[in-house]
């Protein structure tokens, strides 16, 4: 029994406090406190990503296999280029895997990024009337894979943060309506709270599929989630 309680004593240690700090609020200590934490913050440094978002993406194509080799993707709102890396590595844009297609990976931003191997990255205000045509003219053709990991600017306001995510969500959409090869797939984060029945209809309209998942990587106390539409109708 005292061997049990000096281990849970010793699991308890290894968890990091941060300390409030003047000038810092209650909520950012505790922001701190829990990226310290995390253990998908822990294995994407140890892995070599630039955020742990990059695990949403990878748990979602292992549910839906969407990152395969040969494909094209777009990664819209691609910074810091966690979705970039995975995507290059599953499409085998770096030709690594012998004997398997060579796929190409797109990264779309409004700020600069930083390189990714194996990913081409532009400045793109992807809502720009000509950004379907540049798209495919650097893709060299129709996108297989449209995703996107945006998210509004925050304004404290859930429900107005809620509709602005959405309203993203659906011109992303658009995008993907207007560059995807008949069979794509979409992908996109939505958050969750009642006004997201547009961009389902919408998408039910133009995809086989349409499903709605929250991967391990999201954390719980998140509004998060994400649609994966299959099947691209064209």
């Given amino acids: ?28 200590t505790r922001w701190l406190e829990r990226q310290l934490n995390d253990p998908y913050v822990k294995r994407a440094q140890a892995e070599g990503y630039r955020g742990r978002a990059a695990f949403k993406i990878l748990e979602l194509d292992e549910k839906y296999r969407f990152l395969v080799p040969g494909a094209r993707v777009v990664d819209l709102g691609c910074a810091p280029g966690g979705w970039c890396q995975v995507a290059v590595k599953r ?3 770096l030709g690594e895997k012998s004997g398997k297609a060579v796929g190409s990976v797109l990264g779309i931003d409004l ?8 990913a081409e990255i532009h400045v793109l205000d992807f809502m720009e009337d000509d950004a379907d045509q540049k798209v495919k003219d650097w893709l060299g053709g129709p996108a297989d894979v449209v995703m996107s990991d ?4 925050a304004s404290g306001h859930k429900q107005t943060d809620h509709l602005r995510i959405v309203a993203l969500c659906e ?15 979409f992908v996109a984060k939505v958050l969750a709270g009642g006004a997201e029945g547009s961009l389902q209809t919408l998408l039910k309209q133009r995809f086989d599929k349409v499903a709605n998942v929250k991967p391990p990587a999201s954390r719980s106390d998140s509004s998060e989630k994400f649609v994966v539409a299959t099947g691209f109708r064209g």
Avoid at 5 to 21: E, W
Avoid at 150 to 153: D, G, L, N, R
């Fill in 111 to 118: 700020q600069e990024v930083e390189p990714v191997p194996g």
């Fill in 171 to 185: 011109a992303a959409a658009e995008l993907a309506f207007d560059v995807l090869e008949p069979g794509g797939t």
């Fill in 91 to 93: 499409v085998n844009a």
């Fill in 1 to 28: 029994m005292a061997g049990k309680n000096t281990s849970g004593r010793g699991q308890r240690d290894l968890r990091v406090k941060v300390k409030t700090a003047r000038g810092r609020k209650l909520s950012s």
């Fill in 150 to 153: 945006m998210a509004a600017s």
